[in-house]
């Protein structure tokens, strides 16, 4: 019996090279509507911090 991961198609890419070139790339996917559609004063930096944490695991 086929499992799920057998059957399905990944779509994987690699993460650039170097942390500021993945956080770029991470932080730049999220669209400028998304950012301005939460008025929270801590929505933007939060986001900041999240894609700088996934570039962080990525790189290492």
């Keep these: 019996m086929l499992t799920n991961c057998?059957?399905?198609s990944a779509v994987v890419t690699e993460p650039p090279n170097g942390l500021k070139?993945?956080?770029r790339?991470?932080?730049?996917?999220v669209r400028q509507?998304?950012?301005e559609s939460c008025?929270?004063?801590a929505f933007r930096p939060l986001v900041y911090v999240l894609?700088?944490?996934h570039a962080v695991v990525q790189v290492s």
């Design 33 to 35: 509507e998304r950012l």
């Design 6 to 8: 057998n059957i399905s």
């Design 39 to 41: 008025s929270h004063v």
């Design 25 to 29: 790339s991470t932080y730049f996917k």
């Design 21 to 23: 070139l993945n956080l």
């Design 51 to 53: 894609a700088f944490f």
